[in-house]
């Protein structure tokens, strides 16, 4: 402590002052005796957070002392150098929360002496959240949306102006929000609001200075959700806008599925059917309605506290929401009806969030790389990277980013639906029963597999037990990749993509299927279904991963580079995919295995970036303006590399780095077929 004069010439004072230091940030100042702690961290610009306005209501701003010697700042520091605890704080603890471990509220705690004061991370505003799981991301709280409380002046016909006008000088003065403006719609409830609240209300102010709801008295409730729209599931997270935290999740299937199976079906459905994009606006308005009360239900919660939703989807999902045909997207020039992000009050859309919630919308990057890509790309930050960063977001279209901090180019590829299972013989969705990871051996060609719901393998003792019912019920897009590259390693397969008929004189796995031939995978005779990989899931593959390769191939030429770094796989099916595996087939360039990953779901992460940092949305709206975009369809090259990524890995690419670690198969010598050979085929 030490003494200070403040004021001007004769009138000036002695004051006793204190030291205070503020830790994490390291900001500290000197303040008279009896400064609220939480008015030296606004003076100083400390993070700290509060909701009622320093009233002692909300405990947003607790902090701790730092007891001890701290040198470096010349301070011992200990609790009485600050007020003891006072009737607020322990009204506080009786309300809510005992203060635990020497918590303080700072708007009611003094400065008495010099001092050092740890400000814990959930009392900073601004704090990073760091997410569970395989999404581990830092993403610094800052949300469009805010609440407030303050405490309106009563009515006095001395001074005569409305309300409104009362509540939007408290606003000003109390959190330094001036120029506020309040949608007409809330008119109606403030007054109520604030004599149900004896004149202190709550009022959800967005950064675009508009009052958007209201609470009488003091309200710390406000949800956000983000979502990801995909043409086979929707996805969606409840957080809480106070502390970034994801409170609930919730997912459906698309009801949108019932008019096409991929994006381009459900187009050609609107333009054969004219009220088509009517019902499919209609069918996703409604999923999402739906999710949003099952996930706000999750934590006792209601629709009124959700006050924003941000969202991720591609183009086609994206014009069907917002009520726009997708007819233009289904041919050349794939004209999209706007790129830019909307954001547009929710009930526009009939979502039935808070009257006055908001929906954020990322913006769309070209005709078939949408605002999920833009999710991906605000979760992964390529423009941050040194390395050459390929991001490769598989579902029925695949959409590809490449690139670094100097340049970013982006495309799309029609892979199809057979990544997800469709369109392969036993092919299902992810689900419980079907196989997700297969190993062949390549003397015996016996294959091992497990299937989602177990973690036992099929030639593990217990396996059959641990299988529901159903048992084994299909393959799912992952298994596919695995099975099929399995194969080829074990020589069934030939770099063509032919399944060699020759072998069934070693194996009854071979097996005759008309006029080509198949793989055994699953026996009828054992739990569930026979699962048969016949030469045309073999083709199905080979289509699907050409498309995404060759996509990737124009990227890479007109990047000018031939190396890939680094590759992160998104989406659900880049979760699972064995990336050994995937390189083995030529899904993906040749690059260091270490150095290819899942992203997990980064479409969904961005939409939650989006949501919890206002900052976020500029950076990707200023970013898409500056992503190159290659339009496949329109590349002479395409067919070119389509046609050598066919073969497996590829027929004119090398994977040094993949065939450094993976033993290459040989090319199989051909084999004649005998008439005894015929006849021993097992027919299925
Ligand atoms: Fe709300 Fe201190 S600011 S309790």
Redesign the pocket.
Known sequence: MFAAAVGVGRSALLVEMVKVVFTPSGRRGSFPVNTPL?QAARVLGVD???????????????ISCAEGSFPKHQIESTRASLSPLCA?EIK?GERKSPLLDGRR????TLLLDDVVIDVPAESQVHRQIVRKAAEYRDIALDPAIRLY?VEVDAADMHVPKGDLQRLIEALDEGWQLPDLRCDSRLLKTLQPALAEGHRGITAAVSKAKNIVALWPGLREVAYGIAVDVGSTTIAVDLCDLTSGEVLGSASAMNPQIRFGEDLMSRVSYVMMHPEGAEEMTRAIRQALNKLFAEVVAQVNGTLDDILEVSLVANPIMHHILLGISPVELGGAPFALATDAAVEIPARELELTINGGGRLYILPCIAGHVGADTAGVILSEEPQCQDQMTLLVDVGTNAEIVLGNRQRLLACSSPTGPAFEGAQISCGQRAAAGAVERVRIDPSSLEPRFRVIGSHIWSDQPGFAASLDQRGVTGICGSGIIEVVAEMYLAGIVSEDGVIDGALRARSARIVETGRTWSYLLHDPDDDGAQLLITQSDIRQIQLAKAALYAGIKLLMDHMGTPDIERIRLAGAFGSHIDVQRAMVLGLIPDCALDQVSSAGNAAGTGARIALLNHGSRELIESLVKRIEKIETALEPKFQDYFVDAMAFPNKSDAFPKLFSKVVRPQPRVPEAVSGSGRRRRRRV
């Open positions: 939480l700290i957070d509060s909701v009622c306005g320093g009233r002692g209501l909300c405990g947003r701003c607790q607020t506080y509220l700072s708007c009611h409380y």
